[in-house]
């Protein structure tokens, strides 16, 4: 079992940056993948970016390819989305997730095992 909890969600303005936080207690991230989706209002959960945690490859939607960047941090159990250059449309709840039954990690929000209880980000023009 792993218990996922973000963290780092705000308000910032449009062109501004903020870094959301996924800490993993339970089990180590060693045999998971980890990923950040999102979800505005009305909307379903969309990928985000993620990372094979094993080989550190990494994975991103073309909407935030060049803005967004996804870490690790093993010694601290923790996976980070540094978000730059942030618009309007990226506003949106922002979840973490780990899933172990793949073979690499995936674009769907129904295959990941485990969920944090998200982080609301709000970017205003």
């Known amino acids: 079992q792993v218990k996922l909890v973000e963290s780092g969600g705000g308000l910032v303005q449009a062109g501004g940056s903020l870094r959301l936080s996924c800490a993993a207690s339970?089990?180590?991230?060693?045999?998971?993948?980890v990923g950040w989706f999102r979800q505005a209002p009305g909307r379903e959960r969309d990928f985000v970016a993620a990372?094979?945690?094993?080989?550190?490859?990494?994975y991103y939607a073309d909407s935030v390819k060049g803005r967004f960047t996804i870490s690790s941090d093993n010694a601290k159990n923790t996976v980070y989305l540094q978000m730059n250059s942030l618009k309007p449309e990226d506003t949106a709840v922002y979840y973490c997730?780990?899933?172990?039954?793949?073979?690499?990690?995936?674009?769907?929000?129904?295959?990941?095992?485990?969920w944090g209880q998200g982080t609301q980000v709000t970017v205003s023009s």
């Open positions: 990372i094979k945690w094993s080989y550190g490859s990494l």
């Open positions: 339970g089990r180590t991230f060693s045999r998971y993948h």
């Open positions: 997730a780990a899933d172990s039954g793949l073979s690499r990690p995936s674009r769907t929000a129904d295959v990941w095992d485990y």
